[in-house]
């Protein structure tokens, strides 16, 4: 697959797993995402998730936080910093879920 045809898939996409790739193009060359990774076509966020973007501003990050824990959202700590209604400010999203819990730092 050429970078072009690969862009066009996933450009309107804030963030993409490597799983969404190999649901679109099952023959995909996994090494072929190592090289644009590499020459700086992709960013690589976390472990199999990719992005196109290089701008990752706080809706951005939350957004990610939710795709990464399913059936998450966002604590309460970071959502009143976000909205500036404590006046400290919380620097890492915590997703809450009722799954097993587990650490992530991304």
């Known amino acids: 697959m050429k970078?072009?045809?690969?862009?066009t898939l996933f450009e309107k996409k804030d963030f993409f797993s490597l799983q969404e790739i190999l649901l679109r193009e099952p023959k995909f060359d996994r090494k072929?995402?190592?090289?644009?990774?590499?020459?700086?076509?992709?960013?690589?966020?976390?472990?199999?998730?990719?992005?196109?973007?290089?701008q990752y501003d706080e809706e951005w990050r939350m957004m990610f936080a939710n795709a990464v824990v399913p059936a998450s959202y966002i604590s309460s700590e970071f959502a009143l910093s976000f909205y500036s209604l404590i006046p400290e400010e919380a620097i890492l999203i915590t997703s809450v879920t009722t799954d097993k819990t587990h650490t992530r730092y991304l």
């Open 3 to 7: 970078y072009n045809d690969f862009r």
């Open 32 to 54: 072929q995402l190592s090289r644009w990774v590499k020459s700086g076509k992709i960013q690589h966020i976390a472990r199999s998730w990719y992005t196109l973007s290089t």
